[in-house]
């Protein structure tokens, strides 16, 4: 089976200037994410999709391919699937459609290569039955404790007739049902699912879930500072 792992990065980033290659624990952030995605073996090719001309070259450097993508999906409200519809189409054209797609993002250095080989190998146990695999952490804020403003009145976001409990924002957590979100970390789909189906995901997505600290996804300086010391105590302690 072809696999590649596409690393979309745009030069853009409002939150965290240059985030794509600034410096994290003495590596670019994105180096993290190809060097992971190099130790897969099952891997055939790595490339780096992006706009930037220093994240093109810091990521060939690392030992990624590259692929310049077209300015019109380079813009802050550019989507994946514009993105990765547009790549997939230009690999179809060379002949290098690869059977399989993992979509890696640059923004979550601490997912080791062995999640990456753990979301292929369920892709692969359960082929076509599935349309899209991702990786999913335990949500970190409850989707039953947040609210609506009424004018200046809180109203809950999600309804008694969603949540089936009276006033779940003030239950313990707990007792609240296990609730999951994408982590970004992880991604894996068959180029059907994008070319023909036109979608990301398809509608059959099975999932494995990650821990809290591995999926920290890199948006502020905050979210660095926090991937840096967890990165630092797991490298002193292996």
Not at 26 to 50: C, D, F, M
Not at 99 to 119: C, H
Not at 162 to 175: G, L, S, V, W
């Amino acid at each position: 089976m072809r696999i590649t792992a596409i690393i979309p990065a745009r030069g853009g980033s409002k939150g965290v200037p240059h985030k794509n290659v600034k410096l994290l624990n003495g590596k670019p952030l994105i180096v993290w994410t190809i060097e992971a995605a190099l130790s897969a073996p099952e891997i055939e090719s790595v490339i780096v999709n992006t706009d930037d001309e220093e994240i093109a070259k810091v990521s060939k450097e690392a030992g990624a391919d590259i692929y310049m993508r077209p300015a019109e999906f380079a813009q802050d409200l550019s989507t994946d699937l514009e993105v990765f519809t547009d790549h997939l189409t230009k690999l179809k054209e060379q002949n290098k459609l690869p059977n399989l797609v993992i979509d890696l993002r640059a923004t979550a250095p601490l997912r080791g290569s062995a999640r990456i080989r753990e979301g292929i190998a369920l892709m692969t146990k359960l082929g076509d039955s599935v349309d899209s695999v991702r990786a999913v952490a335990p949500a970190g804020k409850h989707p039953f404790k947040m609210w609506n403003f009424d004018g200046t009145l809180l109203t809950p976001f999600l309804s008694e007739d969603i949540t089936h409990m009276k006033e779940p924002y003030n239950a313990p957590r707990q007792i609240l049902p296990s609730v999951f979100q994408n982590n970004g970390a992880m991604n894996a789909f068959w180029p059907d699912t994008v070319l023909e189906k036109g979608s990301m995901t398809g509608e059959r997505i099975a999932g494995f879930v990650m821990e809290d600290w591995e999926s920290i996804n890199i948006d502020t300086p905050v979210d660095f500072l926090i991937a840096e010391s967890i990165m630092r105590e797991r490298l002193k302690n292996s």
